[in-house]
Structures are given as C-alpha cells and as structure tokens.
C-alpha cells in the first residue's frame, strides 16, 4: 500500500520488475503544469525506483548559468532568465543539455529503471514576450540510435487547467506575478489567453516531437486523472478507452434556480461517476473528459444577448486530491481579479454588470474579451476531445441526449471515431448507452427544434399575436401523434396542422399565409407530407442509428452492467482485429 491509500495496479509493476533495461518516456508540458511534483506523486504512489530529469532545471539551466552571469550580473541560472537571454543563444543550450541528459538516461536504463524525461516544448520567451522553440528534432532522432538508449516508449504531454496554471504563474518571480494592464479583470483575461495558446502551441510541437522519435504513441493527459490511470497509460496491451457524455446541459440545469433541475444535473452527475467508478478497475485505461474543466464562466442572457461574466461557477468535481496526479497550486489565485463587489469604476461601488443599467464602455470592452476567451475556450475543447478519441482504441457514449438535449460534442466525438475507422485506423465499436427515458424527452425537443427551424423559413407563421410559443409542450403533442402504430406521413402532416392552428399558428407554403386557389392547396398538401415525413424521422431513430462503429444498448442498464457489456464489445472485436492489420498499422504510421 502507498502512503495514500491506494495500491498499484495489480501485476504492473512486478512485470517491468523482470524487464533487462528500463524504458525511456519524455513528459512535455507548459511551465507551472506542475509535472515534476505530478511526477513525484506518481513515483511515491507506485514505490519503484524511477528516475525524473529534468532538461531545464538539471541541465539547460546550468549549461546557461555563464551566460546569465554575464548578461544578469548577480542573478541565479533559473527558467525566467534563461528565457531573457538573446534568442539565438538558446538552440545551441538545448543541445548541449540533451547531449549530457543522455548520458544521465543511459545510466539508469542500464539498471532497469525507468526514466521520464521532462521538458517544455514550447517557452514564452520573456524578453522577446513571444513564443519560441528550442527543441532540436534532428537531436532526438539521433538520440533513438544512440548505443544504449531505449527507443522512446511514448511522448506525454501533461495539461491542467488554465486557472490552475495562473495561480502557479503568479507566484512570486512567475510570468503573471506582475500585473500587465491597470484594470485587473482584464489583466486577468489576458494572461488567461495567453496561458491557452501557449499550451496550444505545446500540444503541436509534442506531436512533431513523437513523429520524430517515433514509432511510439503520443498522449495528452490532463493531471486530474488518476495515479492508476496513468500507471495503467505505461503498461503494455490495455486497451484505451474515451468517455463521452453531455457536460453543458448539466452545467446549464445547475445554473437554474429549480431544485428539480438541479437535481436532475447532480444525479446524472452521479451516474457518470459510477460508470466511471466500474470502468477504472477494469484493465483498461480510462480518459476521462472532465478532468479539464474551463468553460464554466456564469452569464446573463440568451442566445445573441447572452453576456459571459468573469466569474467561475462550480467546477466538476475531481477525485480526491491524494487519488490523482494534481498537485494543489501554493497560491489560491482569483482567476479574473478582485471579488465582483469592487469591479465598480473611478470609485463607484456600482457592479461592472448590470442588466437594469446602460453598457459602460469598460463593461463593454470587457464582455467583448470574455466573448472572445469563451471562444477560444470551446475550440481547444474541441480539438483536446479530438486527440483523446484519438489516442483511445474506442468510445463510451453515455446517455448523450440526457434531458432530451443532444449532447452536440458527443456526437463529435462519435462521428470522429467513425472517421478514424473509415480511414483504416484499427477501432473496436463504441458502446453507447441511450435508455428510453432519454429518448421520450428527446422527441418534444427534437419537434420543437423542426417548427423553430420552419418558422424560420417562414413556413409556419404566427396566426394571432396571442400564439403559444413553438416549444416542448407543442412538440410533445406532435410526437403523440407520430406515436401511433402504421401513421402515415400524410396524418402526422395534418394533425400537425391542427395543432399549430390551436396554438395560433398556421401553415405558409408559399409565404401567404391564407390564401385560396388550387395551387395553394396542393403547396399545402405536399408541405404537411413532408413536415409529416421528417417528423416521423425525428420520432424514429437519431444519428446513432446510422453508424457501422457503435452499438447502442438501449435497455436499461446499473453502472456495473454498462461496464462489463463495454468490455465485452471491446473483447469480441479486438479479436477480430488481427495481428496483421495492427502490424501494417504501426508501418503504415
């Protein structure tokens, strides 16, 4: 047992026990991830003898410190002015360290100890303040031929939360410690930016770094992940596995004032963490999305209107801190500044937002900065889902119409597994599981989704001022319509039209509402056989039933049951996957 409670994956470790060399990982990251005490934890928690260098910090650092001394008289050989000196300086130092960190990783590969080599592949030059690369591939690849070094197991980068990483910038002497701007949000925000392309810029150089060290795996892993997980990530022939489920519905229904709403978000918070809670001890490596958690700012507002606040809500709760790789930041850093009461402006106590009240123009700049952050936000969630489908052998849908809303990033996520496949790259089915409970809230949803959609074409329009708004209530009553056995296009057509016009609503299929003639009536007829037919549509399955690579398990299914027929699936197809293809794979890549 370690010291935190927790036991080592069984049979892990004892089997590299009997390994002749140890192995090689080089661990990536931007500056205050916090991977060398992650690093520690994971060495402490396992109880084997692992080795960590440390590129910047045991070489790059010292190889500098004459050049510092020079140029810095009377200041210390660390990161910050390592990163002030020339630029042209830099390269030749990042060599020369790599050369004398080999020497090290020989050493201790020879006594069958494993070494993670750690480094930032992308440095915010301070002096310059832009990002630069140091990392010299052609170095690396020679470093894979070098007589007594092992091939390159697999590259790791490490990522944690931007909030987090600022609270460990702004530690003294860090780049966020001082301030760049005098209003202190935006401040906030820009150091925030900044934090989010850096990591961004880290992620494509880690990959270039694996394709030249390759044939080895290329990984992103947030350190809110479990020890077990990333201990179960270095054991050979597990397979990997993504979890996909809704996330923004679930913030939005905790963010109402209804305790129904919230407890239906906090249950199906539950539900995902008891699938995941079967699924870990599994052999199986399980990513888990949620362990980065960003997009969480309050608001007011909707649609166009809606105004991002800099403020965080509740983030989804990780496991125990002494369960994962994260360590806690020193400094308890407000992300955004000072507390909301004194965001007012030239001494006024009047809060920077305020619905009742005109747009100042410092609100103003701000809210165009949060739309901004937010922005770029969705879109890093969007390429981090990508590569964590990537580097999992399969997906695990769970109830991704949760509330009746499609969860639009899982269907991401599942149309990416699809594509992966298409193109030849060995996958076993996703398993995705959608009960029926899920799916009689879905239909209102998806109806009332159609009218607003034919509303906008202006092929339902309003009858009288006092109409009832195309919602679920409406949809609700058109999907008993399509409930009914043997309907046809034609009936679900025309008691759709009942419904609107008792709702004060009426059809236009030629944009004149209520006219007469021939023609109009067979427009009419021939516009409710179509609504009718993609009603029917809509009532009768979703995009999960035109994929080749899921199986969707319907009946109703506890947390335990779920996992074991996901492993059964993974089971009955990684056999199908032959030797073969995965060998004309790894030469293929």
């Known amino acids: 047992m370690s010291g935190s409670g927790l036991t080592a994956c069984s049979g892990t470790w004892?089997?590299?026990?009997?390994?002749?060399?140890?192995?090689?990982?080089?661990?990536?990251?931007?500056?205050?991830?916090?991977?060398?005490?992650?690093?520690?934890?994971?060495?402490?928690?396992?109880?084997?003898?692992?080795?960590?260098?440390?590129?910047?910090?045991?070489?790059?650092?010292?190889?500098?410190?004459?050049?510092?001394?020079?140029?810095?008289?009377?200041?210390?050989?660390?990161?910050?002015?390592?990163?002030?000196?020339?630029?042209?300086?830099?390269?030749?130092?990042?060599?020369?360290?790599?050369?004398?960190?080999?020497?090290?990783?020989?050493?201790?590969?020879?006594?069958?100890?494993?070494?993670?080599?750690?480094?930032?592949?992308?440095?915010?030059?301070?002096?310059?303040?832009?990002?630069?690369?140091?990392?010299?591939?052609?170095?690396?690849?020679?470093?894979?031929?070098?007589?007594?070094?092992?091939?390159?197991?697999?590259?790791?980068?490490?990522?944690?939360?931007?909030?987090?990483v600022k609270s460990r910038l702004s530690e003294p002497g860090g780049l966020c410690s001082v301030k760049w701007t005098k209003d202190l949000i935006v401040d906030g925000i820009l150091k925030l930016l900044l934090i989010l392309d850096w990591r961004a810029f880290e992620a494509v150089v880690s990959e270039k770094i694996a394709e030249a060290v390759g044939p080895g795996p290329c990984y992103t892993v947030a350190v809110k992940h479990r020890l077990d997980t990333f201990d179960k990530l270095l054991t050979p022939g597990l397979p990997k596995a993504y979890l996909a489920h809704s996330i923004s519905q679930v913030r939005k229904l905790l963010s109402r004032t209804s305790a129904g709403e919230q407890a239906r978000a906090e249950a199906y918070q539950a539900e995902v963490e008891g699938v995941a809670s079967e699924l870990r001890p599994q052999k199986i490596v399980l990513f888990e999305p949620t362990t980065i958690d960003e997009l969480r700012f309050a608001s007011y507002g909707t649609?166009?209107?809606?105004?991002?606040?800099?403020?965080?809500?509740?983030?989804?709760?990780?496991?125990?801190?002494?369960?994962?790789?994260?360590?806690?930041?020193?400094?308890?850093?407000?992300?955004f500044g000072p507390e909301p009461e004194s965001w007012g402006t030239s001494g006024s106590t009047a809060p920077l937002f305020d619905e009742a009240a005109p747009v100042t123009p410092r609100a103003g700049a701000v809210a165009a900065l949060m739309a901004a952050f937010e922005q770029k936000i969705r879109k890093q969630i969007n390429a981090r889902d990508h590569q964590l489908v990537q580097q999992s052998d399969f997906v695990i849908g769970y109830r991704p119409f949760f509330d009746g809303h499609e969860a639009g990033g899982v269907e991401e996520e599942l149309d990416f597994h699809d594509?992966?496949?298409?193109?030849?790259?060995?996958?076993?089915?996703?398993?995705?599981?959608?009960?029926?409970?899920?799916?009689e809230a879905r239909i209102p949803q998806d109806i009332?989704?159609?009218?607003?959609?034919?509303?906008?074409?202006?092929?339902?329009v309003l009858h009288n001022s006092s109409a009832q708004p195309l919602g679920v209530e409406i949809g609700s009553a058109i999907g008993k319509i399509a409930a009914k056995p043997g309907v046809s296009e034609g009936e679900v057509g025309k008691?759709?039209?009942?419904?609107?016009?008792?709702?004060?609503?009426?059809?236009?299929?030629?944009?004149?509402?209520?006219?007469?003639?021939?023609?109009?009536?067979?427009?009419?007829?021939?516009?409710?056989?179509?609504?009718?037919?993609?009603?029917?549509?809509?009532?009768?399955?979703?995009?999960?039933?035109?994929?080749?690579?899921?199986?969707?398990?319907?009946?109703v299914m506890d947390p335990s049951a779920l996992a074991k027929k996901a492993m059964k699936v993974w089971t009955e197809d990684s056999t199908i996957l032959t030797e073969r293809e995965r060998t004309k794979h790894a030469e293929d890549k």
């Open 14 to 164: 004892p089997e590299r026990h009997l390994m002749s060399e140890g192995r090689l990982i080089l661990v990536t990251g931007i500056p205050r991830t916090g991977i060398g005490d992650s690093l520690k934890k994971y060495k402490d928690w396992a109880k084997r003898s692992i080795k960590i260098i440390r590129l910047e910090d045991d070489f790059i650092c010292k190889e500098a410190a004459p050049l510092v001394a020079k140029v810095f008289p009377g200041q210390p050989a660390d990161l910050p002015h390592l990163l002030s000196l020339p630029k042209p300086c830099l390269p030749k130092l990042w060599r020369q360290a790599l050369a004398k960190a080999i020497e090290e990783v020989k050493t201790h590969v020879a006594k069958g100890i494993d070494v993670f080599l750690t480094f930032h592949a992308c440095w915010y030059h301070i002096g310059t303040r832009e990002y630069t690369c140091c990392v010299d591939l052609q170095s690396l690849r020679e470093m894979q031929t070098t007589p007594g070094v092992p091939k390159v197991h697999s590259v790791i980068t490490l990522i944690d939360d931007i909030y987090d």
């Open 303 to 335: 649609g166009d209107d809606r105004k991002w606040l800099p403020i965080l809500t509740k983030r989804w709760q990780p496991p125990n801190d002494n369960e994962i790789l994260w360590t806690r930041p020193v400094l308890d850093d407000e992300p």
């Open 419 to 439: 594509r992966l496949k298409e193109v030849g790259i060995p996958r076993t089915r996703a398993v995705v599981y959608h009960p029926p409970s899920d799916d």
């Open 448 to 460: 009332a989704g159609l009218l607003c959609k034919w509303q906008g074409e202006k092929l339902i």
């Open 495 to 555: 008691g759709l039209q009942g419904i609107l016009r008792s709702a004060g609503w009426d059809m236009s299929p030629a944009g004149n509402a209520g006219a007469l003639g021939g023609e109009y009536m067979l427009a009419l007829a021939e516009l409710l056989c179509k609504m009718g037919k993609e009603i029917l549509r809509v009532y009768g399955s979703t995009h999960l039933d035109s994929k080749q690579s899921l199986t969707v398990v319907r009946e």
